[in-house]
Structures are given as structure tokens and as C-alpha cells.
């Protein structure tokens, strides 16, 4: 609780995605993520990474084919919600689930390779964006990425009756600005559904 008795809009929406409204996502989407691995297999392939750190992993239908490549006690996956983080723990046998905050990860400074978000960023209200963005880059050695709804300025879009819950936003952009010294961009491209994902665009960042 803050000082006056009323929850920020981060902590209002961590309780919201912790609570039943997280679990009907949860259960709405644990089938939807078998075509990912023609997007993360060669991925994984290419970066090679030793370490893998996804914020807002849900039950770990991105982790599923990371852990193919990255020895599954090197994957973690951060999540709010009990319910999905018990799910990822049955469905990627041996990665690590934590029960933690996007804007705040208990993971020391450039202590794993790639760390990344899909569809995360865009539940951030503007006053914990810059704080999730800041623990990202904070906690990567050398990659950065993210694949999330675009656009070239912040628009709040209607999502299942709860204000404030989803943006679209040029975060490409909002990375350089905030890091202008820590990251260097390298490619990005696009994920729609025959993708198994829903019209993302994705930036990899490489840190400098």
C-alpha cells in the first residue's frame, strides 16, 4: 500500500494478473503456443545464449523451446501469477520459476545472457514502464529483447473491460531514449500468427 491508503496502477494491475483475471488467462491461452519453436529454436541457435531470463513468463510457452537449446536450470522464468508459474514448472521440467514483480527482479546486475519480454511491456502503466525496461537491461550480460504490440506513439487500447491494462507503443524508441549508452540495436522483425503469436513486433538489443 502507499501513503495514502490507495494502490499505485502497478500494484493495482500485479494484483489484477495475480488474481482470477491472471488465472482465466492462464487457462485461455495453455494451448496456444505450439508454433513457437520455428521462431525461438533458430533464434537460440544463432545467439547462443548460456542464460535465459523471461519477465512475464507465463506457463512458459516461450521457455518450452528455449529450454530445448539452454540447459533448463540456466532458463528462469519471472511471473506474478502462482497459478502459471506452477504450470511452467510441470509443463519445462527443471527451469527456474519465480514469484517476483517485472519492476523489480531478484537477479544481480549482468548476470544472464538474454533476458526478454513478449506481450509484457504492453501491460505496463507509463508511471513502472521505465522501472520494467531499467530491470531488464540492468539484469542482462548482453541481450535484450522484446516482442510487443507497436505503434509510433502510446495508444491505450480496450482490454476486457479493465482500464489501463494494455498499450501499444514505439518501444524500440523508448529503449534507445532511456539507454542511449547501454544498448545497441540489432534487428527486429515481426511475429503474427502463423507464428503462434498475435501481430507482435519484436527488437533485439545488444548491450554496449
Known amino acids: 500500500m502507499t501513503s495514502t491508503n490507495r494502490l499505485s ?30 521462431f525461438w529454436l533458430p533464434f537460440i541457435d544463432e545467439l547462443r545464449p548460456e542464460s535465459v531470463l523471461e519477465i512475464g513468463c507465463n506457463v512458459g510457452g516461450n521457455l518450452e523451446w528455449i529450454a530445448q537449446r539452454v540447459r533448463p536450470d540456466r532458463v528462469i522464468g519471472v511471473d506474478v501469477n502462482a497459478k502459471a508459474l506452477k504450470m511452467l514448472e510441470e509443463r519445462v521440467p527443471g527451469v527456474r520459476a519465480v514469484h517476483a514483480p517485472a519492476r523489480d527482479v531478484p537477479f544481480p546486475d549482468r548476470s544472464i545472457d538474454l533476458v ?25 550480460k548482453r541481450w535484450v529483447f522484446c516482442a510487443e504490440y507497436a505503434d509510433v506513439e502510446t495508444v491505450e487500447v480496450p482490454y476486457r473491460g479493465v482500464d489501463g491494462a494494455l498499450f501499444r507503443r514505439d518501444y524500440k524508441s523508448l529503449f534507445e531514449e532511456l539507454f542511449p549508452t547501454e544498448l545497441r540495436p ?23
Not at 509484457?120 to 531488464?136: A, D, G, K, N, T
Not at 522483425?189 to 538489443?205: A, I
Open 116 to 140: 526478454f519480454t513478449m506481450g509484457v511491456l504492453i501491460h505496463q502503466p507509463e508511471e513502472s514502464l521505465s522501472r520494467v525496461m531499467s530491470e531488464m537491461v540492468r539484469v542482462s
Open 186 to 208: 540489432v534487428r527486429e522483425g515481426f511475429l503474427g500468427e502463423d507464428d503462434g503469436y498475435d501481430r507482435d513486433t519484436w527488437w533485439l538489443f545488444e548491450r554496449v
Open 9 to 38: 496502477e502497478a500494484e493495482r494491475l500485479e494484483q489484477l494478473w495475480s488474481g482470477e483475471f491472471g488465472n482465466e488467462y492462464v487457462d485461455r491461452n495453455v494451448n496456444a503456443y505450439g508454433k513457437r519453436g520455428g
